[in-house]
């Protein structure tokens, strides 16, 4: 699911499709990418299984894509979530925080939307 040489901080699962789990994992890098894992097992062999894997990039607007365009996805990162660490699922939204900016990004995996909280 992540390959070698990340700094890999977590990981939350959307398990809506049994069948197909999706996990999305956090770096806390400078210039990190936030990991969606779309799994074509389940069970415990899921993240063994093959899969296909993009990344997310925020857009203007406050929308959002997953691409496959690694390079892309990390500049982007830079520029919106460095050093993301803690991530959660719940009810189709995905919370992950760069903690040095101090915000929770929320993703809502059915509306490709996103909004941002300010922790202080």
Do not use: C
């Amino acid at each position: 699911m992540g390959g070698t040489g990340g700094k890999y901080e977590s990981v939350a699962v959307d398990n809506r499709v049994p069948e197909n789990p999706v996990f999305f994992v956090t770096e806390d890098r400078l210039y990190p990418v936030l990991r969606r894992f779309v799994a074509n097992g389940n069970g415990w062999g899921a993240l063994a299984s093959e899969g296909t894997t993009t990344f997310l990039r925020l857009l203007d607007g406050s929308r959002y894509e997953w691409t496959a365009d690694e390079e892309a996805a990390r500049a982007n990162g830079h520029k919106y979530f460095p050093n993301s660490e803690g991530i959660s699922y719940h009810d189709g939204k995905l919370y992950f925080m760069p903690k040095e900016q101090r915000r929770i990004i929320i993703l809502d995996l059915d509306g490709n939307t996103y909004e941002v909280e300010y922790t202080g």
